[in-house]
């Protein structure tokens, strides 16, 4: 090869070398201080999408988990409020032997009544009061449905649907309400007019686009309203728009709870039915029974036993319930710990190899400086050609 001084090719090799170590040793730093080994897709685009898929699914497992968590608390008040009940059943059952036995009399009796109807009024208390985040759980359920709707809140409106939450607040049965809509605030206002209560809504300023629908919620009625494009936002709505509430009682309430990532609901879904623990539901003949008569207070006897035994079998229920979570947030665990460790082996950095790998690449780099200042100095010899 000539050698010239107008065009340094030594020095530009060892440039083009100094500038790959550099920024592979650049590489090497990032890798070491965000703890990874694939900062990018360049790095490894398979790895990143799957370690990607991978974190989320471990996160939600992680929320998974903490839902078995919150599934088993549940059970455990409900489980709570049962023990409490089945203690009132047995100072019943106390009271109702001790007055159908002739060492009482009638007036005795009665003092014996007053405290056997007080307990059973206790019990539909204690199922009243049960609640979990504001849910009541051993006290039934409540369906309430939108009827007789007024002809300026129909669908052809814009009214797709007049929906209620299960036991929604404020509502009774035979409750009639109102919606108003004020075109000059674009605020819908819902009243029960039985009761007086109301709230009004956000602010609806346009009409869902053709297809799409927009609710409308009034939480304090447990309360929403779906709309379509159909609706008017430029019209007042002050007539012809009312509806009437149907309550409807059922005798469990059943809770979901999923504990898995998917939307199958057999394979990420628990649910648990938790049946009415109030004094009708536990026994038919309990919630007429007295103790004023020897005779009365041996069909007592009988009534609070079948309550006492109906409401073991809602404890059993729930200890199967329990042990069941028990169960799925073990495999929850094992699931997340296993994730992880698939993630980790995708994703996460070898830090003693990488600090190797780092370490060659300083020397490296080192050595490139010190040949480029090398090269450098080999067009200064040329010129001693020409003294």
Do not use: H
Not at 152 to 175: K, L, P, Q, R
Not at 253 to 274: Q, R, S, V, W
């Amino acid at each position: 090869m000539a050698m010239t001084i107008a065009s340094n090719y030594s020095a530009n090799v060892a440039y083009r070398y100094l500038k790959e170590s550099d920024n592979d040793a650049t590489r090497s730093l990032a890798k070491l201080s965000a703890g990874t080994r694939v900062l990018s897709g360049r790095d490894d685009a398979a790895s990143l999408a799957i370690g990607k898929r991978l974190e989320s699914e471990t996160a939600a497992l992680r929320q998974a988990s903490v839902n078995a968590g919150q599934a088993g608390s549940m059970l455990q008040i409900a489980d709570g409020a049962l023990s409490s009940i089945s203690d009132v059943l047995t100072r019943m059952k106390t009271l109702a032997t001790q007055a159908a036995s002739d060492q009482v009399s009638d007036a005795e009796r009665v003092y014996l009544n007053d405290e056997f109807t007080s307990l059973r009024s206790e019990i539909d208390r204690i199922a009243g009061d049960t609640e979990f985040n504001g849910q009541k759980l051993i006290n039934g359920s409540q369906t309430v449905t939108a009827g007789t709707i007024g002809t300026d809140i129909e669908s052809a409106d814009g009214f797709g649907a007049i929906t209620f939450d299960n036991n929604a607040a404020n509502v009774s049965n035979a409750d009639q309400f109102s919606i108003a809509f004020d075109s000059a605030t674009s605020r819908f206002t819902v009243t029960n007019t039985t009761t007086g209560v109301a709230q009004t809504s956000e602010q609806v300023t346009a009409a869902p686009a053709a297809g799409a629908t927009q609710d409308v919620r009034f939480d304090q009625f447990g309360l929403t309203l779906t709309l379509t494009s159909d609706f008017d936002p430029a019209t007042d709505i002050t007539a012809n728009n009312t509806f009437d509430a149907t309550v409807a009682n059922n005798a469990s309430t059943t809770f979901t709870y999923k504990i898995g990532t998917g939307t199958t609901a057999a394979e990420d879904d628990l649910a648990f039915t938790l049946d009415s623990a109030a004094v009708a539901s536990l026994s038919a003949g309990l919630a007429a029974d007295t103790l004023d008569t020897r005779a009365n207070a041996e069909t007592a006897i009988d009534n609070v036993a079948a309550a006492i035994d109906e409401v073991n079998d809602r404890r059993a229920g729930i200890g199967a319930n329990q042990n069941r979570l028990e169960f799925a947030a073990a495999n929850l665990a094992s699931s997340i710990e296993n994730s992880e460790a698939a993630r980790s082996e995708l994703l996460d950095l070898d830090i003693a190899s990488e600090m190797t790998a780092f370490t060659s690449k300083q020397i490296l780099m080192q050595a490139g400086v010190s040949m480029l200042a090398q090269a450098n100095q080999m067009p200064q010899n040329l010129l001693k050609l020409l003294s």
